[in-house]
């Protein structure tokens, strides 16, 4: 009875000292909810017609008919960045996940089997984490045509480095605990181990790792946009559409670059915020103080 | 007279890197009877327990239960001969995989051989029962029982493959008086009923002179009779 209560009250400074941050959390989920509820409503809701343009109404200012303004075509800039946003999550989030499956394996191959396969394995990410990830991306789409398949591969293929550590390592932890020694003395195989031991821990990590290579992924499909390897230029997407207002930009008309620019920062922002919550809730020092 | 029927590390060689854990060290521990360990931090009684676990690979010297020599350690051993020794850790706390209830805990060595499900459940049933665990605290993770609590849930699953041999690394450092006579008792009780062999590591001079049938000084690796 005692040790309940005691178990009840401890966490309560704790809590108190997570509180402030409580505010900045909800904020990032209500943006998140807006900005993926509308990117997924939003060819029934609000239809675009990507290839339409209206040159009798260039680089018209935000009103109540035009919230974001139009640029330099006529096109409704606050539109088209919906779409934008579209098409930057779908991209960040395969990209993510294709970046997890490949770093996860790798990373996974490494921390399991240890010893020579991990020395070669993990040479091999230290030589393409010396390259410029940019560039390599670019080297990517530069093979392949522009296409929604080409971005997601060239940010998929080069964002996997940083997933095959945490998984390496995590498992490398792993395997030199006693609860893995005890698995072994009381007859458990490699698979057991690896399936009921390993990875129930390793898992909640890579999800981490997933969540939080999103925004990264994004910011990464803008640049290659932006550098006009991305999309064909009339799809609309948050870096063509940057990359296309910066013509505007000379002629007063900010409202062309920095609306789609403020929508990426907000929702990356977002999802950023969101997962560095999470990991601090994995963080095992602090579960352990909060109980969970 | 040496009795075929023993856990044996004979002439065993431990070294990390360049510093020399254990140097030549033979130990024996025979069926039925219990040894006690002891010697000053760090000399390497540890080491000798995860050695003669089959859990680390002595830089010389060999494993040999019942006159069999070990080749191989962790998963190279076969499961019958990797289950006939077991560990009771010195930190329950790092000895259980924090997301297992106990009984699963209690239960992981016999899934992990492929038991049979209705056996496993009566076997942790019984070993529960044994070590003093009532059953709402078997459905509660380690975070929500105490040391003592999932020690003994440790050393129910330590028994739940009645191993031959029972290998004790300070398994009862960390847990108050009563918990401490409890979890001693039931390893007496075992050790008894099965003719096991049994290996304590304590630094509690008392409870070593009660228990142990003959002390094992690493240090010096004397062998002195008990009381």
Same mark, same amino acid.
């Given at each position: ?123 091999? *990410?230290?030589?393409?984490?010396? !390259?410029? &990830?940019? /560039?390599?991306?670019?080297? $990517? +789409?530069?093979?392949?045509?522009? %296409? @929604?398949?080409? *971005?997601?591969?060239?940010?998929? !293929?080069? &964002?996997? /480095?940083?997933?095959?550590? $945490? +998984?390496?390592?995590?498992?490398? %932890? @792993? ?17 057991? +181990? ?99 | ?227």
């Amino acid at each position: 009875m005692a040790d309940l209560a005691a178990r009840r009250a401890l966490p309560r400074p704790l809590r108190s000292r997570l509180r402030p941050r409580r505010a900045g959390v909800v904020t990032a989920g209500l943006v998140l909810i807006v900005a993926v509820g509308g990117a997924l409503l939003a060819p029934i809701v609000w239809p675009l017609d990507q290839s339409a343009v209206a040159l009798d109404q260039t680089r018209l200012a935000p009103s109540w008919s035009h919230l974001g303004g139009t640029d330099d075509l006529g096109r409704d800039v606050a539109h088209r960045a919906v779409y934008g946003l579209r098409v930057s999550l779908l991209v960040g989030a395969v990209a993510a996940l294709v970046a997890t499956v490949i770093g996860g394996l790798i990373g996974g191959i490494a921390g399991t089997l240890g010893g020579r396969v991990d020395r070669v394995l993990m040479r091999i *990410v230290d030589t393409i984490a010396a !390259l410029p &990830h940019l /560039l390599l991306g670019i080297f $990517i +789409v530069a093979m392949l045509r522009p %296409s @929604l398949g080409a *971005v997601i591969a060239s940010v998929g !293929l080069t &964002h996997w /480095l940083s997933t095959a550590r $945490i +998984v390496r390592s995590e498992l490398l %932890s @792993l395997r030199t605990r006693t609860f893995v020694d005890a698995a072994i003395s009381g007859g458990a195989g490699r698979g057991r +181990v690896l399936v009921r031991h390993l990875l129930p821990h390793v898992l909640p990590r890579l999800a981490l790792a997933t969540t939080l290579m999103i925004p990264h992924a994004v910011w990464h499909e803008t640049a290659l946009s932006f550098l006009g390897l991305g999309l064909p230029p009339h799809l609309a997407s948050l870096g063509n559409m940057i990359s296309d207002g910066e013509g505007s930009l000379l002629t007063g008309a900010w409202w062309a670059s920095l609306v789609p620019g403020a929508v990426i920062v907000v929702v990356t922002l977002a999802i950023a915020v969101l997962a560095a919550r999470w990991r601090d809730r994995l963080d095992p020092r602090v579960r352990a103080e909060l109980q969970l | 007279m040496t009795s075929p029927q023993q856990l044996l590390a004979d002439e065993v060689r431990v070294a990390y890197d360049r510093q020399v854990v254990l140097d030549g060290v033979t130990l024996s521990v025979g069926r039925g009877e219990t040894v006690g360990l002891r010697g000053p931090s760090g000399c390497g009684k540890s080491t000798l327990v995860r050695v003669l676990a089959l859990l680390h690979r002595p830089d010389g010297g060999q494993v040999s239960i019942d006159g069999t020599p070990v080749t191989g350690v962790r998963y190279a051993v076969p499961v019958g001969l990797r289950t006939r020794v077991a560990v009771l850790f010195q930190s329950p706390r790092a000895a259980a995989d924090p997301r297992l209830s106990l009984t699963d805990l209690i239960a992981e060595p016999l899934r992990a051989v492929r038991a049979p499900e209705p056996g496993v459940r009566e076997r942790v049933a019984e070993l529960a029962d044994l070590v003093g665990l009532t059953p709402d605290l078997l459905t509660r993770r380690p975070h929500a029982v105490s040391d003592g609590q999932l020690q003994r849930a440790c050393l129910a699953r330590a028994l739940v493959h009645r191993p031959d041999y029972l290998l004790c690394d300070e398994a009862t450092a960390m847990l108050d008086a009563s918990t401490q006579a409890h979890v001693a008792a039931v390893i007496a009780d075992y050790q008894r009923a099965q003719n096991a062999g049994v290996l304590v590591i304590t630094h509690d001079e008392a409870l070593m002179g009660r228990w142990a049938d003959r002390i094992v000084d690493l240090a010096g690796a004397v062998t002195a009779p008990a009381r």
